[in-house]
């Protein structure tokens, strides 16, 4: 079965630093999303991605947070400079379509902030 | 404002059981109801959904019992197997959308 894949599965960086969390959607899928998970708590939000622009974004994505899908396969999301609170599993998720469809998720991301 | 609200918090139950998880939803527009199930260090699997027309949804020893008028959606594990310990999210979604998650359920069944 067609899976999410995300990509490192850890990453440790310093405060202030700059991250990349990359994703390789399934490949008919065209709507992409981000999900963070803080540990223990629910699963919350961040942006949705259709025809290469976000299509919705919750207040947690601020204008530190930014997405691209530079190539056919790849979905990122960029951190631009990373704070304590954004230690989180990063949830990268996708769905064919609009109708209902469900969207399928990937192993996650833990990002840690140092 | 907790679009998706989910309990209980956590939930034991005896090999052979019935789990039962319910959740409750203010927005009446949401028209698709999922439940996933993760495992530690896993991301969530959709396990099963539904939509608002139907009542109630079976898939195996699955269920969801849908109440629209209560604006209320239950997950139910019949016999329940030691396998079926994981974290279990709710969620709703107005089509295309984002998924509002309830908090989720520790579901820990003992052998």
């Known amino acids: 079965e067609p899976e999410v894949t995300q990509t490192p599965s850890h990453q440790v960086t310093q405060m202030g630093q700059e991250v990349i969390l990359r994703c390789v959607p399934i490949s008919n899928h065209l709507y992409f999303y981000w999900y963070r998970q803080i540990l223990g708590q629910k699963v919350e939000f961040l942006v949705s991605f259709y025809n290469n622009e976000i299509s919705e974004k919750s207040e947690i994505f601020d204008d530190q947070f930014s997405v691209e899908r530079p190539d056919g396969s790849n979905f990122t999301l960029k951190i631009r400079s990373t704070k304590l609170e954004d230690s989180a599993m990063y949830f990268c998720?996708?769905?064919?379509?609009?109708?209902?469809?469900?969207?399928?998720f990937g192993d996650g991301t833990r990002l840690s902030i140092l | 404002q907790q679009q998706v609200k989910q309990s209980p918090q956590s939930l034991i139950v005896q090999k052979g059981g019935i789990s039962i998880i319910n959740c409750a939803y203010e927005n009446t527009a949401f028209d698709y109801f999922p439940w996933y199930q993760q495992f530690p260090g896993k991301g969530p699997a959709l396990l099963i959904a539904?939509?608002?027309?139907?009542s109630e949804k079976k898939e195996g020893r699955f269920t969801i019992s849908f109440n629209k008028s209560a604006k209320q959606f239950s997950l139910h594990i019949m016999d329940s197997q030691p396998g079926d310990s994981a974290t279990y999210f709710c969620a709703a979604t107005v089509t295309g959308n984002q998924f509002y998650f309830g908090t989720g359920t520790s579901l820990t069944v003992i052998p």
């Open positions: 998720a996708s769905c064919f379509g609009r109708s209902n469809q469900p969207q399928h």
């Open positions: 539904i939509r608002p027309d139907v």
